[in-house]
């Protein structure tokens, strides 16, 4: 009993780090309809990033977040406005393909930077745990949720308490309806494409400390996003969080009592099995394109 629990522990501690990782991608899709593909490969740079930080300066790769967090900002402000925005309005499989190929020469310059050796940070704390009587807590494992938790919660203010917040949320709702009462749409794409961006600023850093990364491991993690945000429903935050919980203590359930190569396969598994019985996911919602008006 006290083994499942431990799992079950250490699983709601990665989901919640999950829930950061997805949180961008699914913000994406929801105001803008564009399935982000290269968000995987900008969050194996961003953890990238912090290993040259805690390498060359011994930075904590936690609060080196703060650090990454608004160069990856910038670098998603400069990726809309110089890719995306030329195809803001096209089909989703053009988006996915744009962002495919950006993920292939994002993971191409890495490649050349870093080469494909596996790289991670290990900060004092790295083997270190907090202890409550047979249960234990890896300090890394605690810092990075509580990291995550922390950044959505600023997520979470800026979407709920900011004008700029209310412009994102009424764009996702109602496109031609925040047209009408002066939502500048062009402007809030490419500050809600930065701001998804910049998720992955904080998210890499953590992920440095939690698991190695080379180059071409953004395609596993790419895929345990999908996952996360297929099972919540495409474009909900809280969905997103909800799937990311689920997901990540389902991973540790089957790494610990069926096979540590099989806990990935979960992510595919659930990608099919919502798109066959739930297409719209836990939050989502169903759409009607069978109506023409």
Request: hydrophobic content about 55%; aromatic content about 10%.
């Amino acid at each position: 009993m006290t083994h499942a629990v431990q799992t079950v522990i250490l699983g709601l501690l990665v989901g919640g780090v999950y829930a950061l990782l997805a949180a961008g991608l699914t913000l994406v899709f929801g105001v803008m309809r564009i399935v982000n593909v290269a968000q995987g490969a900008l969050l194996i740079l961003s953890a990238l990033l912090t290993f040259e930080l805690w390498r060359r300066t011994g930075l904590d790769p936690i609060l080196a977040g703060a650090l990454t967090t608004p160069v990856m900002f910038a670098v998603g402000w400069a990726i809309y406005r110089l890719f995306v925005s030329r195809i803001r309005t096209a089909p989703v499989s053009m988006t996915v393909l744009l962002t495919f190929a950006l993920a292939i020469t994002i993971e191409g310059a890495m490649g050349l930077t870093w080469k494909n050796v596996f790289r991670s940070v290990t900060p004092s704390y790295f083997n270190q745990s907090f202890h409550l009587g047979p249960l234990f807590f890896p300090k890394a494992h605690v810092y990075g949720c509580l990291t995550a938790v922390v950044v959505l919660a600023g997520l979470y203010l800026l979407l709920t308490r900011t004008w700029a917040g209310r412009a994102i949320r009424a764009a996702s709702e109602n496109p031609q309806g925040s047209e009408l009462v002066g939502v500048d749409i062009r402007a809030v794409a490419a500050l809600t494409f930065a701001v998804a961006i910049a998720t992955t600023g904080a998210g890499g850093s953590i992920l440095s400390v939690l698991y190695a990364v080379f180059p071409a491991s953004h395609y596993q993690w790419i895929s345990r996003l999908l996952g996360i945000v297929v099972l919540g429903g495409m474009g909900s935050v809280p969905g997103a969080l909800a799937g990311a919980l689920l997901l990540g203590v389902a991973e540790a359930l089957t790494a610990t009592y069926v096979s540590t190569r099989w806990a990935v396969v979960v992510f595919y598994l659930v990608i099919l099995a919502v798109l066959l019985v739930r297409p719209q996911g836990l939050a989502g919602s169903r759409l009607r394109e069978d109506v023409v008006a």
